[in-house]
């Protein structure tokens, strides 16, 4: 039987992958977030998701800071 790693473990193994210029990771499941990439993700609410006030505004927040931003240097690479 084969267990799955937790969301934040996959999320940050993609990261490391496919090496993106800069990303946002969106979910409820907030255990297991390595602490390097605990500012890339905004925690949705259980049951409303993004349609949350508060986390609608922290993403809209976050997007605007990403976009307007030069690209961050993609950290936990090679290490």
């Not at 969301?7 to 990261?15: E, I, L």
């Not at 979910?27 to 390595?34: E, Q, S």
């Not at 409303?48 to 508060?54: L, T, V």
């Amino acid at each position: 039987m084969k267990i799955a790693a937790p969301r934040g473990m996959q999320v940050w193994s993609d990261v490391v992958r496919r090496q993106p210029r800069d990303w946002i990771a969106v979910d409820d499941d907030f255990l297991h977030w390595p602490a390097w990439c605990r500012d890339k993700y905004v925690r949705t609410h259980e049951h409303e998701g993004i349609s949350d006030p508060a986390v609608e505004s922290e993403l809209r927040q976050r997007l605007a800071l990403m976009c307007s931003a030069p690209a961050p240097e993609v950290k936990g690479l090679g290490s």
